[in-house]
């Protein structure tokens, strides 16, 4: 297990790019709750889920308080972010970890490639 010095300094890196950016948050927070010990591809699902809700909360509370947010576009992602999370969910109850994995995994890579 990593010192928790850089779990915390490497969970405050990707919290602020998730904050900033948002893509990919999901892939680098399975690779962060991987790395701090959460082997089971499901329940490190579920916590990503919750620090990623938490991370987009604080940042659109910022983003609202700053007047920045085009309303229009923001309720179409709104409701995109709704459907995908749900149907998201549903779809990693059901699916065998090990296939799950390697769908992180290539969603990882592919991001990765496309991004840099």
């Keep these: 297990m990593l ?22 948050l999901g892939i680098l ?17 579920a916590v990503k889920n919750a620090l990623a809700t938490i991370v987009s909360s604080l940042a659109v509370t910022v983003f609202i308080a700053t007047g920045i947010i085009a309303w229009g576009p923001a309720f179409s992602v709104l409701v995109g972010a709704i459907a995908g999370g749900y149907l998201g969910a549903r779809f ?25």
């Design 3 to 24: 010192p928790r010095p850089v779990i915390f300094a490497t969970d405050l890196l990707v919290a602020i790019y998730g904050g900033y950016f948002g893509a990919g």
């Design 92 to 116: 990693a109850r059901w699916i065998n970890p090990t296939i799950l994995r390697g769908i992180v995994i290539a969603v990882g890579f592919g991001l990765t490639w496309f991004y840099f």
């Design 29 to 45: 927070l399975m690779a962060v709750l991987t790395l701090i010990g959460l082997s089971d591809v499901n329940e490190a699902n």
